[in-house]
């Protein structure tokens, strides 16, 4: 599920090109900022023509990646439009010349749309500042809750770059602006947060200062810097499988016939001995994900493709439609597309003689769970549905929810929290009510008046950001759902799962709606699981920020009780799966 602090914009592209009207000349260095939540972030695309004129091109980030050249899979320049294909993320670029500004003027899409102009040449250096270079760390103390603090620093051939991480936010690479160090006084600021820090170096060489932040308290922390020999941090993640497996592994693709151009890449993983087996269909959670749901490191679908398939049961996972492998358009699709791709795995492993025909299933998690029912509605030969972490109640409640808990376990006040979660819900009430993305915006630019950002202490800024991330497809889509409109159809057996802990889909009302919605089913088992999170770790408090610290990717116990409620029903031998002490 969506998290209001859960920024992601990552750089990784693998070229096919077309030239014809265009400025002159086309190939040089082009640069614009993007608007994205945690502030400005600077591109550039170096546009170059070989000795035949083909056209290709490279882009960097230099507010997160200085000096890293990625090249860009795609781009066509015809009848002064141009398109930039970025595969590996499924992100694009569609601008038009404007001769007159002399510019590229257009969107930049990836799962938001946002506007991007790219000028000729590259952006002017930043200073570079003296003394600062390396990692800085410190602590800031918010009602109670600790909130880790790190500041990266870097000066290259193009000056002294900065920015900022808040994991206990899930916010990373947060653009720092104003970086000074002037006589042993350091300030700088963090656009995004409208906050200021200002301090100076201690005798021991760490920085104390003032953090300022509009409408609160002001913080003294102290920065301490890493020393140069200090090891890159690397997380354990002791349940991730190695070769060889004690099971068949295969990867494979397949169509979706309902989705011109979608052609899915997965992995399925076979039981060794005689079949045929039962089958999950593993389903993925919100945003652009690979075949084990990869995140900091953790590979959740990895390791209960792993288990399961260890125990009986054989499992097909795959990426994400324009994900890695897999084609298509990720950027527009919605849920009710994703549960076609479900489908479309479904009737693959309908062709898989060492399958089971009639005990195929849907395991999915978090937005997995919702895509599952949708699927079911248009496919009812599914044999079972697992939902881990997966919706009770419509969007809009579990938005509410969510940002009350996360907010919370960041340390905002009362005042704090209901001022977000009220703005929070008027923007997203307004992106339900759309009928399309135009629709969306208007309404939202209607609500974040010039009065409005006033007394919610919203920076204008904003208003960008939150059209881009409420307009989009899937926001839009989501934003209605109700598992009320498709549970009704579901008929097969249910494993519906929670953690007790978990604070992206709450647990207490997620049980008592998925109860509400199941009261009538004949075969649905619906628990909350003690101390576990969203990602079904074993965790302290739910909070984001732990899932990266914690080393254990998939609680073992859970892992058994999904293999365990599968094999009861349609294990081929009708037997409880043993644990497995050594996961």
Partial sequence: MPTIFRIMFCLLITASTAFANSPEPVADDWHGALTIPTGKLMLIV???????????????????????????????????????????????????WDDEAQHWSGTFSQGANLPLTLERGLPPNKPVVEGLDGTWRSTITRNGVDLRVILHIETTD????????????????????NLTNTDGQVSYAVPAAQGTFTGSFNDDGTITGIWTFPGREDATITLTRDPDDQPATTRNRPQVPTEPYPYKSEDVTYNNPAAEGVTLAGTLTIPEGDGPFPAAILISGSGPQDRNETVFGHQPFLVLSDYLTSHGIAVLRYDDRGINQSTGDYAQATSADFATDANAAFAYLTTRPEID??????????EGGLIGPIAINDNQNVAFMVMLAGPGTPALKIIESQNRLIAQSQGADEEEISKSVELSMM???????????????????????PEVLAEFGVDESRIESAVAQSSTPWTRYFLKYDPADFMGAVRCPVLAINGELDMQ????????GLHKLLTNHNDATIMALPGLNHMFQTAKTGALGEYNDIEETFAPHAMQLIADWINTRF????????????D
């Fill in 46 to 96: 170096t546009i170059t023509t070989d000795d035949d004129g083909n056209l290709s091109a490279v882009l960097e980030s230099p507010d997160q990646a200085p000096g890293q050249k990625i090249p860009v899979s795609e781009i066509t320049i015809e009848d002064d439009h141009m398109h930039l294909a970025i595969a590996m993320i499924n992100a694009t670029y569609e601008a038009d």
């Fill in 158 to 177: 193009t000056g002294t770059h900065a920015k900022l991480d808040l994991p206990d936010m899930m916010a990373n690479n947060i653009p720092v602006t």
């Fill in 357 to 366: 025909h009639d005990a195929i299933g849907f395991v999915g998690h978090s």
């Fill in 427 to 449: 923007i997203s009430r307004a992106a339900a009510a759309s009928t399309s993305a135009e629709d969306a915006e208007a309404r939202i630019r209607a609500i974040m008046t």
């Fill in 505 to 512: 889909v709450p647990a207490e009302e997620n049980i008592a």
């Fill in 571 to 582: 294990g081929t031998d009708q037997q409880e799966s043993e644990p497995n002490h050594d």
